[in-house]
DNA sequence: CCATACCTACCAAGTAGTAGGCAGGCAATA
DNA sequence: TATTGCCTGCCTACTACTTGGTAGGTATGG
């Protein structure tokens, strides 16, 4: 891997397990194994850095969407894989999406990484309502009402639920969270 | 107001507008008036900060759920009044509940604060268990499946939709996430 | 030859926290 | 009543350390 690459790494990792506040450049040097100052010729600022961070897992996260929606055959799959990638991205407990993360400081960031995670929710909006349309016309989701509410909905369990669980550190407080919603899927 | 509730008030609006670690004794002292130094006097260190915050918020909060639970008659206008709470103490998009801008950051805490962040979701988990019980028994919230999975799936839905609307600033996002579950209430 | 990627050695500003002093209130005591 | 002493709450002045960021140099490979 090359040394941006393992930066940006790093980065999210730390970022979704303390936050974007919390983690300095000289944890990335330590990590990463080059100096501090080095890391400025990567990313001349921690604000260059966010801007990375964020767009790139806004496009990781929205291709594996895409990856879902071409391999599983049922909207109710669909919407199973979503929420286990979730689940697999929260590393047991010990981190959140990077947007979960990056919501609660939105106000110490540039309008750029702003208009970025809202971007990640306006788009993971939109393929949950595809998701609960086909739910809804299919029969593979039981008891859909308007698609765009029940996505709305279904986005800020997911949300919420991670915050839940790396509190207690339980992947089953995800579980339980989302389990009304996952119940409905035939 | 006593200075060492100025400080509390202070810190709280800081932490949940920008997260806990991204405000310092720096910015209480010019927001209360009292120099940085004696801060210290109140709180020895931040973490001792950070322990009253969160035990004065969960106290705060639960008093005010035992206040809805006498106030409103029915389980439906119950539930109701729980989102309203967490609505008008969004400040119109500005913070976020204080335990969904701490969890994010749990790792940097000790052990004490992160009971009481785990306690506020259990007695939060256990207000709302008896609110659909008693929705689905007297018929003012519909759907009700079993009162323990609501309650999850309720409390997620509330912390996941203040992270929405943060990060839009747009309340809407937050009356959009909840409508699902609002539109129950007979 | 020159760009890339790294280095050492800085810097100014900000961080939590400490040391020690001082003013005023309050309460026990002479 | 006057005096003593302590406690609370704040102050100035400081420390040790971390923060993001800069300046300028060097090695290496196309």
Redesign the pocket.
């Given at each position: 891997m090359?040394?941006?690459t393992a930066?940006l790494e790093s980065a999210e990792r730390l970022a979704r397990q303390r936050g974007f506040?919390a983690?300095?450049?000289?944890?990335?040097?330590r990590n990463v194994?080059?100096?501090?100052?080095?890391?400025?010729?990567?990313?001349?600022?921690?604000?260059?850095?966010a801007a990375e961070l964020v767009t790139r897992y806004r496009e990781t996260f929205m291709a594996e969407l895409s990856a879902i929606e071409q391999r599983e055959r049922t909207a109710g799959q669909q919407l199973a894989a979503y929420f286990d990638v979730y689940k697999s991205a929260m590393r047991g407990g010990a981190q959140v999406c990077l947007c979960v993360s990056f919501s609660v400081s939105v106000s110490s960031f540039a309008p750029l990484v702003v208009r970025q995670i809202n971007r990640f929710h306006a788009e993971s909006l939109a393929w949950l309502e595809r998701v609960f349309e086909r739910g809804k016309a299919e029969g593979s989701i039981a008891l859909v009402g308007d698609p765009s509410e029940e996505a709305q909905a279904c986005l800020a369990v997911a949300e919420g639920a991670q915050l839940i669980a790396r509190a207690s550190g339980q992947m089953s407080d995800f579980d339980g969270a989302v389990r009304v919603i996952a119940q409905r899927i035939r």
């Open positions: 090359d040394t941006k930066l506040d983690f300095s450049y000289a944890d990335l040097s194994g080059i100096r501090k100052a080095s890391i400025h010729h990567h990313f001349p600022t921690k604000a260059d850095l």
